[in-house]
C-alpha cells in the first residue's frame, strides 16, 4: 500500500513485515523513530516479535547476536555513536557468521557532537565483515530490508546485514512509500532456518578460541563469502523486481550513463539530488551520468570497471573522509581502477559532513569548475574564513 | 515543483504542518517531500520545516534555500531572524498573527497575507494550536492543495474528536481567504 | 516588617548564577534549574564533566556555552571516568582544593554510564557524581529509561492495546551506588532546594566518591504545565514515589518523612500526560499497582 | 601549518542568545507583597531572576516565561501575563 | 643504558621516562607485561604518575582523556577487543585535540577469539583522526614513545598518537633495548604545558555541540592537521636522530632500495624478517627492496612517491583485510599511485593473521612464484584444505 | 556396612559431565570444579552463554569444545545481553521449558560486563547468571578485577615499596546485584559442592532473573597448591572472608553461620603466595585491617 | 559458491585432547576404606573420576593429578604417587 | 646465527629458560632475539620457547623450525609432541631425564645427550625448578653461551638466595657435561 509517510515508519514497516523474532534498540537521533514505530507496534499487539529495551548499544548488539544465535530472525538500528559502542560486537557478529540485520541512520560522529548526517559512522565498520547497503531514498530504505534478510540468511552466505540511510535526510522524511502486504513479503522472505543454531537437541559449542593454526582459514573464508555475496546481491534485487516490480540496482545503479563522459559517483539520499543536477546539465549539453554505490561492502570492483568502460572523468562526491589519508569511496574507486586498461580520472570531493546542506547549485558549480582540474579530498562548502585558498566551492 | 518553508517554535507544530501539507498533496494525487531542519533546540526555539509538492517525484533533498511560499506560525520571530531570506521573487508570505499585513514590516518582493490562526485556534480548539488552521488558510490561498486534502490529512493524523476540531479550524481559516494567489 | 530586616535579608549578593541564562533548555525545565542549584551549591572552584543529554545538548551550542565553570562534555556514558581522569590529574598535580563534579541524566547515569559509575565508586575517587532524574532518556525525545516509573508513558515504552506503558520497575540506583559502600549517597529534588544545595555541600566536603540523584520534572517528557515543575517534584515526595533519603556507607542515615503531608498517587500521576492512560476503568489493576510502589518505598525507608 | 581550530568556548557566552523571545507569557513582578524570600531568584531555570532589597525582576531578555517563580511566590507577588504577538 | 629486556619492559621504561601524569589501562593479552611492569614501577615508588586501575577500556581511554583536558599527560595501552571497545572515545579524543599517548600491541578481532598478533584492530581505528604509527622492533617502539608525545602535543598538531608494536613478536621477544636516561629523555621532551585545559582561573567549556553551520569545518581542520603532521614527524625523528643517535625513519623508512626494482611493502616486525629475506634475495643477484611504513596516519603519499620513483613493482604484505574489499595498505598504495606519471605494479599479499607465522621461506617463495603475476589480496600459507585453487604459497 | 546399603549408594548412574574432561584448566582449578558442579546442577536442558575468561579459553580450543550443551561465547563483557537475546529467542518461539544460564568471572561480571549485567537484572529476563569469582583476571595473567580482595597482590596491584598489594576493597557485587530488587540473589563456593548445586536448581526454578556468585581458588592466581582448592575454599567461608548468604528481593533470607567454625585470617592467607607480603614485621596494620574486612562482614551478615 | 567454513564444535570432543601427560603425581585408589561417598567424583576439576560400589578409579588419559580428590577424600582411600618421568 | 628450540609444560619455566639463554649472550657480548610460542594454555600444558643467538643484530621474528639445537624439559612430551620436528642434521637435543638418551627412543640425525636435572635442582634447590641447571648443562655441552653469562643472567632474573641456589644447580650441571658439542 502507498503510504505518505516518514522513512522512518516505512522501515518500521517493512522490519514488522520481515516478522523478526527479536528486536533490541537502544535510542539515538535520528534512529530514534525507527524503534518507536516498532514498539508501538508492538503496545499495539501487532508486532510479534519481542522488543527488549536494554541499558546500551553494546547490550543491544548483544542481544540480537545472542538471539539470533538461538536461531532467532533479529534485528536491530542505531547510528553514529551507538554504531560505534556496538563495533567490538558488530565485528564478532560477523565472525560468527549471524545474519542479523540492523538498520544504521548515517550520522556523523563525535567531537564535536553532531546529531546530523554524514557517512563516517559507517564507514568505522567497513572492514568488519557485514555486507553494507546504502539506500538512496524511503523506497529503497524500506525493500532493502527483506532483501537484506534474505541475502544474509542465505546458507552459503551466513553474514549480517547493514542498511545505511541518511539520517534525518531520509529517517524523517515525509514522502511516499509502498509498502507490501505481509502475505506478500512472506512469500519472498521463508522464515529463517539456520542449519546449526543453540538447542539442546543438537548441543553445539558456538564461539571457540582459534590458535594460530586455525584462525586464519576463518578470515579467509569470510572474505570469500563476501565476494560469493556479490552475486547474490544482484540475484536477490531482480528477485525483488519480479515479486514486487520495484527495483533500486544491484551491487550499483546507473543513472544517465550510457554515453556519459563525466560521472558522479555517491551513496545514499545525494543520489536523489544529483539526479536532478544530472538532468539540468543533460539539458545544457553535458555528458554526464551518476554512478550509484548501492553495495559499499562487498565493493563492486568488477561491476564499476564493468559500466565505466567508456567514462572520462568520475566525480567522488563522500561524506566521509580518512583523516591523514582521505575520502575512501575515493580512495578505493582509485585503486579499482589502478593498472587497468581504462582508468579515467578521479576527481575526489567531501561534503555533507554534520548535516552540512548539499545544494543543487554547489553540485553544479563544483562540477563546472573542476573541470581539467586534479582533485582530492576537496571540502565542498566550507566557511569562507576556513576554507584553504583555491578552495572550489565555499558556502 | 513548488517548495514551502514554515517557520515556528519548537512546540508548534512546524514539522507536522509540513508533513500535513505533504499529505494533503499525496491525497490530491501529487507528490511531496515533507522534511525538518532537525535542530537540537528545546520547546519554544525558533524552528523550520520544509515541503516541496511536484507533479512528478522529488528527488533532491536540499533544504529549500529558495522558498515559493513562507509560512511563518509566529510572528516574533520576525525581528529575530530572518524569516523572508531568499524567498524567490513574486512569492508569498502567509504569518498568524492578528495585525494586517503592513503592519509586519516585511520588506520583500511579493506579497504577505495574515491571518489570526491561534485566535481562531483558541476559539475552535480551545487551545492556542495554530498550525492545521493556517493550513485551511494556506490551502485556500495558494490553491495548491485542496481543501479536501487537508482535511484527510488532519483527520488521518488526529483520530476523534481533536481532529475534527482542527478540520473546523481549517475550515473557518479556509473560509476567511480571498482570492487565489498564484506564485 | 522593618526596615532593618529588610536589609538583612538582602545580604546575598546578587550574583550570576555558574549555569546562566541563553541556555536552550525549555521553559521550565527541571533539569536546568537542578544544575543551576547544583553548580551554585559547589561553587566556582569546580572542574565539571557531563553526559551526553538535554543538560549538554541546551548549554552549549558551538560557540557559546552558559557553564562559567571549567567544563567537559566527551560521551554520553563516560562523564564518571572523564572526572575520574580529572581528578587522577589534579591530585597528581597536588591540587587537592579543586571540586570535581561528574553529572548526567538518568540514561546516562543509570543505564549506558552505569560501568564507569561503578568503576569510580568502585575507586573511590574524590569525585560527586550528580544524576539528573527526569525518568527517561529525554534528549533523544522521550524514550524508557531504566529510571522510568512504572506504567509511565514513553516513546519507547508506549501505552496500547497491549500495554499500560512502562513494564518494568524503576531501578534502585540509589541502592546500587551505596551498594559500593561509598562514604555518601542521597538522593534530592527540585522541589526542596535549600536540602538539594546543603547535600551537595555537604557530600564536596567528603573525601571520597559521592553520589546524588536529583529528581527533576520535565514538562516535556512528563507532559505537565511548565509553572509546575516544582509542585510535581513536591508531589513525588509526598506520595513516597521519591523517597528523599541519605546514606553513609549502604546505610540509611537520614529520610525526610512524608508524614500527614502525605499524598495520594493520583495527584501526582494527575497532573502528567504520561500517565493519562492509567485513569480509564480498565487501568484500575495498574493504578493500585502504584500505589503499591509508593507504599513499599514507605516502608522500605520508614518515611512516614 | 595552522592551529586548529577554536573548539572550546568562553564562560556564560550564551548571553549572546537572547531566550526571551521564546515566551509566551511574561512575569509581571509587582513589588508589592514582596517578603524578599528569594524563592523567584531561586526556582528559576533560566538564572534570569534578580534583585534585592524587596525588589525582583526577571531579565526578559531571557525569561522563557515558564512561569514557575510566579508559581512558586508566596505571596503572589508575580503575575503572568499573556505577551501579545 | 642497554638492556636485554622484554619489549614490553622497554615500551614501560620508557613511557615511564616520558613522565606521565596519568596512566589508566585495563589488562588485555599481549598488552598485559606493559601495564604490569608500570604497576610495579608505581608500587616501588620510581613512577610518580598515578595508575588508575579501570574497569574496562572505555574506561580506561575516558580516564586518560579527562586527565589529558584537564592539562595533565596522559598514557593508556590495549589492543584488538579492548581497541574497539575504546572506539567510541578514541575517535572523541581526536576530535577535542587531546594528544594522549596510547600503545596498541597488534592483535586480531573475534571470532574466533584469538589473543595472537595481526594489525586488523588498528586498522579499524584508521579514520579517527589519531596519528599511527608502527614500530619495527622493540628498540623502535621504545623510541617512539618520547616521539609521540612531541608530536602530538605540539601546539599547532594537538592529536593523539597511537604506537602499534605487534602483539606477543614485539611485546613478548627479549631482545636489546638502549633506553636513555631520564634526563636525556627530559632534555627532548619538555612538560606538557597546553594552551587550553580544564581549570578555575580560565573556565573554559570542552565538548559543545556543533549545528550543521559549524560541525564541518572542525573536521576539514582535523584533515588538515594530519596533513601538517607529515613534516613534524619527520622533524622529530631527525631531532631524536640528533639527540639519541638512533634513527628508524621519518615517515618511512627504505632498506636497499637504491636499485631496488621490486620492494616489499610492510609495516611492523615482519620488516626485520624481510630484511634477512632481501639480504637473501640480493645475495641472490634480485634487485629487491624494502620500504616500510612508519607513519600509516598520516599516510605519507608524497614521501612514498619520491623513493618508488625507479621501482617497478612493490609487494604488499599485510596482516588485515577489509572484508569485502581487500587489503587495505594495498588499496592505499594503489590509490597513491594513481594517476601519476610513475606507476609501480602493486601486488597485495595477506598474511600473518591471527598469529599465523610468517617464515622467511615463504616470502622468499611469494617472490619468486609472483614474478610477472597481477595479484590482488593473496593469502599467504593457508592451509591446504582451504586454500583456493592456484594459491601461490600454502602450509 | 553391608552389601544392601552400597547397593543403595550406587544410585546416582555414572554420568559424563556436561562439563567434560580434555580441558586445558591448570591442574587443580577450582572455576572449571565450580563450572562443571553447576552445569550438572542444571542439567542438559539448558542453553549456556559465557564470557571471555579462564572458563571459556580452556574449555574451547577449536576444533574442540569440553561443553556437551548447547553453549555459545561472543565477548567478554556480554554474556549477560547474549542470554538475554537467547531467552528472548525462546521466549518467541514459545518453547519456556528450557534454562538460561549466562556466566563470567569476577572481572566479565563485577567490571567490563556489569552494564549488560544490570539491564538483565533490570528486564528481570528468566536467566541465572553465575559468577565465578576468582578474584582476579587470571586467563591474561592475574591482573586486579573489582573482586580481588584488599591487600591481595596480583600482576597490577603488586606488592612493593610503596605498595601491599590491592588498595581498594572487594566490590559488594552481591549487594549490587540485589539491589536491583531481583528474585534471588546468592553467593556459594566449591568448598560446598551440595550447597552449590542446590542453589542453582533452585534458582533454575524462580521465574526471573537470578544471580550466583560461586567462589572459585584458582592455585596459579593466589599460589597455593593444587590439592588446596576446596581447602582454601573451605577457609575463606570459615574466617568471614566470604560470607555464604541468600537474598530474595533484597533482603537477606538465609546465611551459613561460621560459628565455632570460626578460624583467624592467617589460616586462609597463610596459604595462599598473593598474600606472602603479609607476614612480614611491616604489614601488621595491613593484617589487622583484613581482620577488620571478616569482621565486617560477619558482623553485617549475622554469621556468628 | 562454497559453504563458510565450520566455525562451531561438537559436544565433548575435548576428549580428542589428552590432558593425562600434565600429572606430575597420579592418584592412586586403594579401594580399601572407600565409603562410597562419591566426593571424588564430584570434586574433581577435570570430570575424571568415576565409579561407584566402591570401586572409584581416575582417567589417567585426563587426570592432571591435581591431589584434590586425594586430599578430599574422608577416609584417605586414594594415594597421590609421582609419576616416574 | 644459532637457533635454539625449548619444549616444557606451562609452569616449568620454559619461556624464563629462553630468556635466560638470551640474557646470557647478551652478557657475552653477543646479540640475541628470545621468545615464547604464545600458547593459551595452562600450566601443566605444553609450551615451547625459542632463542637465536648471533654475533650479529636478529632480525627475523618467525619462529625456529629448524632448530640448532633442542631443550627438553619434559621427557614426557617425547611420547606426546614430535618434539624433534625439523631439527637441523647434527643437531643436537638435550633432555632432562635420568634414563640414558639411547633409551628416549629419539630417532634423529644428531646427537642426544640426558641430565637429571630436575633430580639435581630438588637436591640443590629443593624444588623441581629444571630450567636454570639445564642451562648451565647447555653452556657446557655448546659452549655457545659461557658459564659466567648464565651465572650473570640467574643472578639478575633471581636475586637473593634463590639465585644463588639456582646458580649452584647450574654450575653442578655445567661440571658434569663431558666435550663441547659443535652443531
Ligand atoms: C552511545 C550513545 N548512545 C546513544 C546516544 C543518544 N543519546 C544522547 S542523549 C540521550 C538520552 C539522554 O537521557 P538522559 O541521560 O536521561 O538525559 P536527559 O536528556 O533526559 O537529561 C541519548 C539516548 C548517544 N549520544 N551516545
Ligand atoms: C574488551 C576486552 N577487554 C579485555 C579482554 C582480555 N581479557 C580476556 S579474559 C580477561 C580476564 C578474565 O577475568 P575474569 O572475568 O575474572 O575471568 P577468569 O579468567 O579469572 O576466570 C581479560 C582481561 C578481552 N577479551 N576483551
Ligand atoms: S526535554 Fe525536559 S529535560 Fe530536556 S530541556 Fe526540555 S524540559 Fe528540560
Ligand atoms: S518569590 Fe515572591 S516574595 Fe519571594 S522574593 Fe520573589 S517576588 Fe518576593
Ligand atoms: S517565568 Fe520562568 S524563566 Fe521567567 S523569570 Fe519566572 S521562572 Fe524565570
Ligand atoms: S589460571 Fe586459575 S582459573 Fe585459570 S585455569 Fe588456571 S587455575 Fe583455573
Ligand atoms: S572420596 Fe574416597 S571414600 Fe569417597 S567415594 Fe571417593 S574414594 Fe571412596
Ligand atoms: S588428581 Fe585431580 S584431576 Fe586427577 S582424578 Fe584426582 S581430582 Fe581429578
Ligand atoms: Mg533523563
Ligand atoms: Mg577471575
Known amino acids: 500500500m502507498k503510504m505518505m509517510i516518514e522513512g522512518s515508519m516505512g522501515v518500521a514497516y517493512m522490519v514488522m513485515r520481515c516478522r523478526p523474532n527479536v528486536i533490541a534498540a537502544y535510542p539515538i537521533t535520528p534512529q530514534t523513530h525507527i524503534v518507536e514505530d516498532l514498539s508501538q507496534f508492538k503496545a499495539d499487539g501487532e508486532l510479534s516479535g519481542e522488543f527488549i529495551n536494554v541499558e546500551s548499544e553494546f547490550g543491544a548488539a548483544s542481544v540480537v547476536l545472542g538471539a539470533q544465535a538461538a536461531g532467532a530472525r533479529a534485528y536491530s538500528a542505531t547510528t553514529s555513536q551507538g554504531l560505534l559502542l556496538m563495533g567490538e560486537v558488530l565485528f564478532n557478529m560477523a565472525g560468527m557468521r549471524l545474519p542479523v540485520v540492523i538498520t544504521v541512520a548515517n550520522r556523523a560522529i563525535s567531537a564535536p557532537i553532531s546529531i546530523w548526517n554524514d557517512h563516517s ?37 551466513m553474514l549480517p546485514v547493514m542498511i545505511n540511510m541518511d539520517g534525518f535526510i531520509l529517517t524523517h522524511a515525509v514522502e511516499t512509500v509502498d509498502i507490501p502486504s505481509q502475505k506478500e513479503v512472506d512469500e519472498f522472505l521463508p522464515p529463517y532456518k539456520p542449519e546449526e543454531y543453540l538447542n539442546v537437541e543438537n548441543p553445539l559449542t558456538f564461539g571457540n578460541l582459534a590458535e594460530p593454526q586455525w584462525y586464519m582459514e576463518t578470515r579467509y573464508k569470510l572474505q570469500e563469502t563476501q565476494e560469493d555475496a556479490k552475486a547474490l546481491i544482484e540475484k536477490i534485487a531482480d528477485e525483488y523486481k519480479g515479486k514486487f516490480g520495484r527495483y533500486h540496482g544491484g551491487l550499483i545503479d546507473t543513472y544517465r550513463m550510457d554515453d556519459a563522459e563525466r560521472v558522479f559517483v555517491a551513496m545514499g539520499s545525494i543520489i536523489g539530488t544529483l539526479k536532478d543536477v544530472v538532468d539540468d546539465l543533460r539539458a545544457r549539453g553535458e555528458k554526464v551520468g551518476i554512478l550509484k554505490i548501492r553495495s559499499f561492502r562487498p565493493f563492486p570492483k568488477e561491476k564499476i570497471r564493468e559500466v565505466c568502460g567508456h567514462v572520462k572523468e568520475l566525480l567522488v562526491l563522500e561524506k566521509a573522509i580518512s583523516f591523514g589519508l582521505g575520502g575512501v569511496l575515493q580512495e578505493e574507486l582509485r585503486s579499482t581502477f589502478y593498472g587497468q586498461k581504462h582508468q579515467p580520472k578521479v576527481l575526489g570531493f567531501v561534503l555533507g559532513l554534520g548535516g552540512r546542506d548539499i545544494p543543487p547549485k554547489s553540485l553544479i558549480k563544483l562540477y563546472e569548475v573542476s573541470k581539467g582540474k586534479e582533485i582530492s579530498n576537496e571540502f565542498v562548502d566550507l566557511r569562507p574564513e576556513v576554507a584553504p585558498k583555491g578552495s572550489l566551492v565555499t558556502l | ?41 528545546r520547546m519554544g526555539a525558533p524552528v523550520q520545516s520544509f515541503v516541496k509538492i511536484s507533479d512528478k517525484p522529488i528527488r533532491a533533498r536540499n533544504q529549500i534555500h529558495e522558498p515559493d511560499y513562507l509560512i511563518v506560525q509566529d510572528s516574533t520571530l520576525i525581528s529575530m531572524i530572518d524569516v523572508t531570506s531568499g524567498l524567490k521573487s513574486g512569492g508569498l508570505v502567509i504569518v498568524d498573527s492578528e495585525r494586517k499585513p503592513e503592519e509586519l514590516g516585511l520588506k520583500i ?75 | 516588617m522593618t526596615e532593618s530586616t529588610k536589609t538583612k535579608k538582602q545580604k546575598p549578593p546578587v550574583e550570576e548564577s555558574l549555569l546562566t541564562c541563553g541556555h536552550r533548555a525549555c521553559a521550565g525545565c527541571g533539569e536546568a534549574l537542578g544544575a543551576k542549584l547544583v553548580m551554585d551549591a559547589a561553587g566556582p572552584n569546580t572542574i565539571v564533566a557531563t553526559s551526553t543529554g538535554c543538560l549538554e545538548v541546551f548549554s552549549t551550542a558551538f560557540p557559546q556555552t552558559a557553564w562559567r565553570m571549567p567544563w567537559i562534555h566527551s560521551l554520553f556514558e563516560n562523564s564518571a571516568a572523564v572526572a575520574a581522569g580529572i581528578e587522577a590529574a589534579l591530585r597528581n598535580k597536588g591540587k587537592h582544593d579543586i571540586n570535581v563534579i561528574a553529572q548526567g541524566g538518568d540514561g546516562g547515569t543509570a543505564d549506558i554510564g552505569l560501568g564507569c559509575l561503578s568503576g569510580l565508586l568502585e575507586r573511590n575517587q574524590n569525585v560527586l557524581y550528580v544524576c539528573y532524574d527526569n525518568e527517561a532518556y529525554m534528549n533523544t525525545g522521550v524514550q524508557r529509561s531504566g529510571l522510568t516509573p512504572y506504567n509511565a508513558r514513553t516513546s519507547t515504552s508506549p501505552s496500547g492495546t497491549e500495554s499500560f506503558g512502562n513494564q518494568h520497575q524503576k531501578k534502585n540506583l540509589l541502592g546500587i551506588c551505596a551498594a559500593h559502600n561509598i562514604p555518601y549517597a542521597a538522593t534530592a ?85 504520561r500517565f493519562k492512560h492509567l485513569f480509564t476503568d480498565t487501568a484500575k489493576d495498574e493504578l493500585e499497582k502504584v500505589r503499591q510502589i509508593a507504599q513499599a518505598n514507605i516502608e522500605y525507608f520508614g518515611l512516614e | 601549518m595552522s592551529k586548529p581550530i577554536q573548539i572550546t568556548t568562553k564562560p556564560g557566552s550564551s548571553k549572546e542568545y537572547k531566550t526571551g523571545s521564546w515566551r509566551t507569557s511574561r512575569p509581571v513582578f509587582k513589588h508589592d507583597t514582596c517578603n524578599d524570600c528569594r524563592i523567584c531568584v531561586i526556582v528559576c531555570p533560566d538564572s534570569c531572576v534578580s534583585g534585592g532589597d524587596f525588589k525582583y525582576d526577571a531579565d526578559l531578555d531571557f525569561c522563557k516565561g515558564c512561569g514557575i517563580c510566579a508559581h512558586e511566590c508566596p505571596v503572589d507577588d508575580i503575575d503572568m501575563v499573556l505577551e501579545v504577538k
Chains 1, 5 share one sequence.
Open chain 2, 1 to 41: 515543483m513548488k517548495e514551502i518553508r514554515l517557520h515556528g517554535r519548537g512546540g508548534q507544530g512546524v514539522v507536522t504542518a509540513a508533513e500535513i501539507i505533504g499529505q494533503a498533496a499525496f491525497a490530491d494525487g501529487m507528490f511531496a517531500l515533507a522534511f525538518p531542519s532537525f535542530g537540537s533546540e
Open chain 2, 109 to 183: 518582493d511579493g506579497r504577505v497575507l495574515t491571518i489570526p490562526a491561534t485566535k481562531i485556534a483558541m476559539e475552535i480548539i480551545g487551545r492556542p494550536v495554530q498550525n492545521t488552521t493556517l493550513l485551511g488558510y494556506f490551502a485556500a490561498v495558494t490553491g495548491l492543495i485542496s481543501f479536501d486534502g487537508v482535511k484527510k490529512a488532519i483527520e488521518e493524523r488526529f483520530p476523534g474528536l481533536i481532529g475534527q476540531k482542527n478540520v473546523q479550524a481549517a475550515q473557518k481559516a479556509f473560509e476567511l481567504a480571498g482570492e487565489v494567489v498564484n506564485v
Open chain 1, 121 to 157: 559512522d559507517a564507514m568505522v565498520m567497513r572492514d568488519s565483515g557485514w555486507i553494507m547497503l546504502f539506500a538512496e531514498d524511503n523506497q529503497e530504505a524500506a525493500d532493502m530490508h527483506p532483501q537484506a534478510y534474505k541475502i544474509g540468511e542465505n546458507p552459503e552466505i
Open chain 3, 189 to 273: 529534588t527540585v522541589a526542596y532546594p535549600q536540602d538539594l544545595m546543603m547535600k551537595v555541600k555537604k557530600a564536596l566536603k567528603i573525601p571520597g566518591a559521592k553520589f546524588l540523584q536529583v529528581h527533576v520534572p520535565c514538562p516535556l517528557g512528563w507532559i505537565h504545565k511548565s509553572e509546575l515543575t516544582i509542585e510535581v517534584a513536591k508531589l513525588a515526595v509526598s506520595t513516597g514515589l521519591f523517597p528523599i533519603v541519605e546514606m553513609q556507607y549502604n546505610k540509611v542515615t537520614r529520610t525526610r518523612k512524608i508524614g500527614k503531608d502525605r499524598r495520594p498517587v493520583e495527584d501526582y500521576l494527575k497532573l502528567q500526560g
